[in-house]
């Protein structure tokens, strides 16, 4: 039931950054009747031409989905984006392996990363206790007061006062830095040494290039492409790939020999003169990996989504995590009555502990893909966690499926997982122990009959072999 914040009295909200986490953040708090404000740095995206250094598209998944649920657009989102029903590997011979995601509803799509955020901006706007400020800095803020500093659009500074600051500024958050400045607060800042830069897979007679209701990988260790498809059937393509390798791809024959070692059939899909085009446009973009707890100061300002737990993008579920914040949050405020008092210091208490193990996870799988995951090796994981799924479906559920496909707390799916691992090591163990005892059973009472044999005719073999050699 939505409420106008004049009718009840609610209090103020400031959202800082109306990316794609504060654009939704708004709509959850206009629901519950709070006055919100966003503030946001960037120029109103709904009118802006092209929005630079973001990746173009993303996976949204179950958790994302149930946030946009609860403002009424999931069916919208979705019908803006393309399913994504398997994973299709593509192997250096060319070869395309298609793995199911699951079952026929299991599937993630791939959303257009502007749109999504136009939608959201504008569904929070139609609220009317709502108000949307952009070319809006924050440069910082007093938890004492609550008093905000902006940097505003004619260049002057402005000072806005709320009862609650929400920071969604990203992973660089200047609502964060004054958190920094705090006893007890702990920070974790990572960049990693790969970076990613994006290419695109242009239509092919007036229709995808490949097929398009797929997550295509190209898993390569060190290297790995993905492509997601788009609306006007292109693929956004995004190359991961340590910053050293980049800086050595320095001409056109350079790349393409690079591509014809590692992406030979990407090639004729992206086309060699695009290829060279963007690949040198625009520098490969760092990654980081940003930790921190609590959420909270006080009860005056809680961060969320990267602002809280900005996670590398090797599970896809960074904008989901911070979706789900939102839903989270806003549970918590149903649960304690809308105390900021209460609900700040139980967010974090329920919430950093689940958005730090996606974290950890998404740069495990950064390491494992890094490290040894080639086509072949994701064929067999994913031909493995699929039959034992298949075989034991309440027992082994796929870490994968749990994390994209459950509202399985993240904390929660890791634990299980790694029970799992025990359970089919052990297995594993036990069913190499009996194959052996089996088969030594089988050979001793089916194999090729010995002549029978005493100790004593044994030993008194032994006894002339000896005298022989002597
Ligand atoms: C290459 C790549 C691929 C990814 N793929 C996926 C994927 O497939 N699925 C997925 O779930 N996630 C993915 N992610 C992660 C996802 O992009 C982020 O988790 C998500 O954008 C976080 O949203 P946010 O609103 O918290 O932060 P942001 O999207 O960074 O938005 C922060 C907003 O705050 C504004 N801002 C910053 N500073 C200030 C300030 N001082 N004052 C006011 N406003 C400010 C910014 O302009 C921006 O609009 C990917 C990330 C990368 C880098
Ligand atoms: C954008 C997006 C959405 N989901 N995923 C994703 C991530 C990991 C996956 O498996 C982990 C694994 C595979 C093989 C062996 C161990 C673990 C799977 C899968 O199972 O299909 C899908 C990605 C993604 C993002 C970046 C890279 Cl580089 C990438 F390859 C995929």
Not at 101 to 107: A, S, V
Not at 416 to 444: D, E, P, R
Request: net charge positive; glycine share 6%; with cysteine.
């Amino acid at each position: 039931m939505d409420h106008s914040a004049k009718k009840n009295n609610k209090k103020r909200v400031a959202i800082v950054g109306g990316g794609l986490v504060g654009a939704l953040n708004a709509s959850f708090f206009a629901k519950r009747g709070f006055a919100v404000t966003i503030f946001e740095s960037r120029e109103d995206i709904r009118c802006a031409k092209v929005v630079k250094g973001r990746s173009i598209n993303l996976a949204l998944s179950h958790r994302g989905r149930q946030a946009l649920k609860h403002i009424g657009i999931e069916e919208k989102i979705v019908s803006m984006g393309i399913p994504m029903h398997a994973r299709m590997i593509h192997s250096l011979n060319g070869k395309q392996s298609p793995i199911p995601y699951g079952k026929k509803g299991q599937y993630i799509l791939s959303v257009d990363r502007a749109n999504l955020n136009k939608e959201l901006l504008s569904v929070a706007e139609a609220y009317p206790n709502t108000k949307l400020n952009f070319n809006h800095k924050l440069l910082d803020w007093s938890p004492e007061t609550g008093a905000m500093t902006f940097h505003g659009p004619d260049g002057n500074e402005k000072e806005f006062h709320a009862d609650l600051i929400v920071g969604c500024d990203g992973a660089f958050s200047a609502t964060r830095k004054q958190f920094l400045r705090r006893s007890r607060f702990n920070y974790s800042q990572t960049y990693i040494p790969h970076g990613y830069l994006e290419l695109t897979i242009p239509p092919r007679n007036g229709d995808f290039a490949m097929k398009p209701n797929f997550l295509h990988i190209w898993p390569r260790h060190t290297f790995m492409m993905i492509a997601l498809p788009n609306l006007d059937k292109t693929f956004t393509c995004t190359l991961f790939m340590p910053f050293e390798d980049f800086e050595k791809i320095t001409t056109g024959n350079e790349l393409l020999g690079f591509f014809q070692k590692n992406f030979p059939d990407s090639i004729p899909l992206i086309g060699v003169d695009a290829l060279m085009r963007d690949f040198f446009r625009l520098p490969a973009q760092a990654l980081v990996w940003v930790t921190c707890s609590p959420y909270h100061v006080l009860d005056s300002c809680v961060l969320m989504g990267d602002a809280a737990h900005a996670m590398v993008p090797f599970y896809g579920q960074g904008m989901n995590a911070g979706f789900e914040d939102c839903i989270v949050f806003n549970e918590i405020m149903d649960q304690f009555n809308e105390d900021f008092a209460a609900v700040l210091p139980e967010y974090t208490r329920v919430r950093a502990p689940d958005d730090q193990a996606m974290a950890e996870l998404a740069m495990y799988n950064y390491v494992e893909m890094r490290s040894h995951v080639n086509s072949r090796y994701f064929l067999f994981r994913k031909f493995l966690d699929n039959t034992l799924h298949f075989v034991m479906p309440k027992t082994i559920i796929p870490l994968y499926t749990m994390i994209t496909f459950t509202r399985t707390r993240y904390r929660q799916a890791v634990i299980q997982w790694q029970w799992q691992n025990k359970v089919i090591t052990h297995g594993l163990w036990i069913f190499g122990t009996m194959s052996i005892v089996g088969a030594a059973y089988l050979l001793l009472k089916y194999g090729p009959k010995k002549p029978h044999i005493t100790a004593e005719q044994l030993w008194n073999r032994v006894l002339a072999l000896k005298w022989l050699q002597n």
